[in-house]
T-cell receptor
Framework: GAGVSQSPSNKVTEKGKDVELRCDPI?????LYWYRQRLGQGLEFLIY????????KSGLPSDRFSAERTGESVSTLTIQRTQQEDSAVYLC???????????????FGPGTRLTVL | AQTVTQSQPEMSVQEAETVTLSCTYD???????LFWYKQPPSRQMILVIR??????QNATENRFSVNFQKAAKSFSLKISDSQLGDAAMYFC??????????FGKGITLSVRP
């Protein structure tokens, strides 16, 4: 596609429910990243995929958070038993990630705003 | 660990004037990359400019330029001829060998007509 897309745009859920957030990267981009942005803050790294593998999960805040990627394309971020502190905008980015991922610019989607009541 | 510091939470500039946004960083890596991203109310993070640490020449993109001071670990963004559409949050970010971006807290830029 032309850019990174994310769905849903907004999600309101009740505390304790599970949610799934979806990211469609730019076609051909092998690297995919998830970030969290709390109100008025910068972005916090959550997880990075190279292809379908996740070599860096260091940013996932708890075992309630998980993510997967299939077909070197779509990724899903799942939050189980949501808590109010999970309320934030979740942003996805992708990059070409050729021989060295760090040299590639990350292109961001519009994010999913999650509100946990 | 990498850190990025943006100490100014807000700035304002008159349309057509020049404004400079400050950023300092810390990293133990010798090979790294610095970025400025713009985030308008639509939430879309838009790349403004990128600087490779090994390059001494400051990056420029039309009205946007950086002042990269490697020894001082400073990476400021200069916006010339400010336009109303430049109003947004601006984030300074850093990446090294681990690929993930480390962001500052951002600065809100307003442009006065």
């Amino acid at each position: 596609g032309a850019g990174v897309s994310q769905s849903p745009s907004n999600k309101v859920t009740e505390k304790g429910k599970d949610v799934e957030l979806r990211c469609d990267p730019i076609s051909g981009h092998t690297a995919l990243y998830w970030y969290r942005q709390r109100l008025g803050q910068g972005l916090e790294f959550l997880i990075y995929f190279q292809g379908n593998s996740a070599p860096d999960k260091s940013g996932l805040p708890s075992d309630r958070f998980s993510a997967e990627r299939t077909g070197e394309s779509v990724s899903t971020l799942t939050i189980q038993r949501t808590q109010q502190e999970d309320s934030a905008v979740y942003l996805c980015a992708s990059s070409l990630a050729g021989s060295s991922a760090s040299t590639d610019t990350q292109y961001f989607g519009p994010g999913t705003r999650l509100t946990v009541l | 660990a990498q850190t990025v510091t943006q100490s100014q939470p807000e700035m304002s500039v008159q349309e057509a004037e020049t404004v400079t946004l400050s950023c300092t960083y810390d990293t133990s890596e010798s090979d790294y990359y610095l970025f400025w991203y713009k985030q308008p109310p639509s939430r879309q993070m838009i790349l403004v400019i990128r600087q490779e640490a090994y390059k001494q020449q400051n990056a420029t993109e039309n009205r946007f330029s950086v002042n990269f001071q490697k020894a001082a670990k400073s990476f400021s963004l200069k916006i010339s001829d400010s336009q109303l559409g430049d109003a947004a949050m601006y984030f300074c970010a850093l990446t090294g060998a681990n690929s993930k971006l480390t962001f500052g807290k951002g600065i809100t830029l307003s442009v006065r007509p």
